[in-house]
C-alpha cells in the first residue's frame, strides 16, 4: 500500500492504534499461571469491543486471534493450554483490520523474574527494531534496513533469523514489497516509494539462523536452537523518515 491521500492515513492510523491498544492490553494483563488461550481470549474482546478483526484468522485460518509464542517457540504460536510461567519470554503479535486497512505489531515480554541475559536481548531486540525504522525514509534504499540491523546484532554478539522478514502491508496482511529482508543483502536494489507501508520487524537471536515449523502447520522454532525475541512496528515511508502507526493511545 503507498499512501496518497489523508484519509488512508487516518484509516492506518485506527487500526494501528487498536492493535497497539490490544498488545499492551494484553502485556499488562499476563501473568504466571495464565494459559495462552486465556491471553489470547483478551486479546480477542479487544479487537472485537474496537469493531477489528482478527488477521491471522480471518486471512489464514490460524486458530486464534493473536500469535502468542513462549520461550523455544519464536513465531506464530498457537494459543492452547500452555501455561505461563515465571521467568518465561513471551512474544505477543496481533495484526488486524477495520474499515479495509490492516496493522502489524509485535513485542516479546518478560515474566519476571528472568534472567540477565534475557533483559540484555530483549533491550537489543528492541534497539535493532529501532535501528532499522531510522533507514526508512522516501527515496532511500530498502537494503539499508537489513544492513543497519545486521551491522548493530553482529557487532553486540547476535545472529538474524533469515527466513522471517519484514514485509508491506496495509490494504492486506502482506503485500508489495513481499519480502524486506532484515539483514544485509547483496543486490539488493529497490529504492523505498514516498507513501510506502510496511513493517520492520527483525528477529534477534542468541544463535539461531532460522525459523522451523515442527509439525503443527504454524508454530515455527529457531533452528539451531536458541533464544530468539521479535519486535514490530508497521511504519509510512515520507520524506522526513518513518512514520511508526502502531503506537498505543
Request: hydrophobic residues 40%.
Given at each position: 500500500?503507498?499512501?496518497?491521500?489523508?484519509?488512508?492515513?487516518?484509516?492506518?492510523?485506527?487500526?494501528?492504534?487498536i492493535?497497539?491498544?490490544?498488545?499492551?492490553?494484553?502485556?499488562?494483563?499476563?501473568?504466571?499461571?495464565?494459559?495462552?488461550?486465556?491471553?489470547?481470549?483478551?486479546?480477542?474482546?479487544?479487537?472485537?469491543?474496537?469493531?477489528?478483526?482478527?488477521?491471522?484468522?480471518?486471512?489464514?485460518?490460524?486458530?486464534?486471534?493473536?500469535?502468542?509464542?513462549?520461550?523455544?517457540?519464536?513465531?506464530?504460536?498457537?494459543?492452547?493450554?500452555?501455561?505461563?510461567?515465571?521467568?518465561?519470554?513471551?512474544?505477543?503479535?496481533?495484526?488486524?483490520?477495520?474499515?479495509?486497512?490492516?496493522?502489524?505489531?509485535?513485542?516479546?515480554?518478560?515474566?519476571?523474574?528472568?534472567?540477565?541475559?534475557?533483559?540484555?536481548?530483549c533491550?537489543?531486540?528492541?534497539?535493532?527494531?529501532?535501528?532499522?525504522?531510522?533507514?526508512?525514509?522516501?527515496?532511500?534504499?530498502?537494503?539499508?534496513?537489513?544492513?543497519?540491523?545486521?551491522?548493530?546484532?553482529?557487532?553486540?554478539?547476535?545472529?538474524?533469523?533469515?527466513?522471517?522478514?519484514?514485509?508491506?502491508?496495509?490494504?492486506s496482511?502482506?503485500?508489495?514489497?513481499?519480502?524486506?529482508?532484515?539483514?544485509?543483502?547483496?543486490?539488493?536494489?529497490?529504492?523505498?516509494?514516498?507513501?510506502?507501508?510496511?513493517?520492520?520487524?527483525p528477529?534477534?537471536?542468541?544463535?539461531?539462523?532460522?525459523?522451523?515449523?515442527?509439525?503443527?502447520?504454524?508454530t515455527?522454532?529457531?533452528?539451531?536452537?536458541?533464544?530468539?525475541?521479535?519486535?514490530?512496528?508497521?511504519?509510512?515511508?515520507?520524506?522526513?523518515?518513518?512514520?511508526?502507526?502502531?503506537?498505543?493511545?
Amino acid at each position: 500500500m503507498t499512501i496518497t491521500h489523508e484519509d488512508e492515513l487516518e484509516g492506518l492510523r485506527v487500526i494501528g492504534r487498536i492493535v497497539a491498544n490490544t498488545m499492551q492490553t494484553m502485556a499488562k494483563a499476563m501473568e504466571p499461571g495464565m494459559t495462552t488461550a486465556e491471553l489470547d481470549l483478551i486479546g480477542r474482546d479487544y479487537l472485537d469491543a474496537h469493531g477489528a478483526e482478527p488477521a491471522p484468522e480471518a486471512v489464514y485460518g490460524f486458530p486464534g486471534a493473536t500469535c502468542i509464542s513462549v520461550n523455544e517457540e519464536i513465531a506464530h504460536g498457537i494459543p492452547g493450554e500452555r501455561v505461563i510461567a515465571a521467568g518465561d519470554l513471551v512474544n505477543i503479535d496481533v495484526s488486524a483490520s477495520k474499515d479495509g486497512y490492516f496493522a502489524d505489531t509485535g513485542a516479546t515480554f518478560r515474566v519476571k523474574p528472568v534472567a540477565a541475559s534475557l533483559d540484555r536481548l530483549c533491550r537489543d531486540g528492541r534497539r535493532a527494531m529501532q535501528i532499522g525504522i531510522a533507514q526508512v525514509g522516501a527515496g532511500r534504499p530498502l537494503a539499508g534496513i537489513g544492513r543497519a540491523i545486521e551491522a548493530f546484532s553482529s557487532k553486540r554478539g547476535y545472529t538474524l533469523i533469515r527466513n522471517l522478514a519484514s514485509h508491506g502491508v496495509g490494504r492486506s496482511l502482506h503485500e508489495y514489497p513481499e519480502t524486506i529482508p532484515t539483514w544485509a543483502v547483496k543486490g539488493e536494489r529497490r529504492r523505498i516509494e514516498k507513501g510506502l507501508v510496511f513493517t520492520v520487524e527483525p528477529f534477534l537471536s542468541t544463535g539461531g539462523l532460522w525459523a522451523e515449523e515442527r509439525g503443527d502447520g504454524w508454530t515455527l522454532y529457531a533452528e539451531p536452537a536458541a533464544q530468539a525475541v521479535q519486535y514490530e512496528h508497521t511504519v509510512v515511508a515520507t520524506g522526513r523518515g518513518a512514520l511508526v502507526v502502531t503506537l498505543p493511545g
